[in-house]
């Protein structure tokens, strides 16, 4: 069993920065892919970032691709995502999800463990 536990969410002013934080209770994580979703109210599940543990292979939607950035550090099992210029419609709860094998991507279907979940506020 793997758990997420998501931090740093918070209220930011638009162009403001914010970084996410998800750390992983399992042992390794070295052939894992560990993506971040986001979910605004009425709207599905959102695709934002992911990364594949063992490369370090990130991808990004267009949406978002400039100005977030996922990384991870190998010795703390955690991975965040920086989100820099951040605009209204960043407005959402952004959750953590891991797969333990290298062939997720943006598909929550594609992944088996998630976290509870950050609130991230943008104000205009």
């Known amino acids: 069993q793997v758990q997420l536990v998501e931090s740093g969410g918070g209220l930011v002013e638009t162009g403001g920065s914010l970084q996410l934080s998800c750390a992983a209770s399992?042992?390794?994580?070295?052939?894992?892919?560990v993506g971040w979703f986001r979910q605004a109210p009425g709207k599905e599940r959102e695709f934002v970032a992911a990364i594949r543990w063992s490369a370090g292979t990130t991808y990004y939607p267009d949406s978002v691709k400039g100005r977030f950035t996922i990384s991870r550090d190998n010795a703390k099992n955690t991975v965040y995502l920086q989100m820099n210029s951040l605009k209204p419609e960043d407005t959402a709860v952004y959750y953590c999800a891991a797969k333990m094998t290298p062939f997720a991507l943006g598909a929550p279907d594609d992944y088996d463990y998630w976290g509870q979940g950050t609130q991230v506020t943008v104000s205009s």
């Open positions: 399992v042992r390794t994580l070295s052939r894992s892919t």
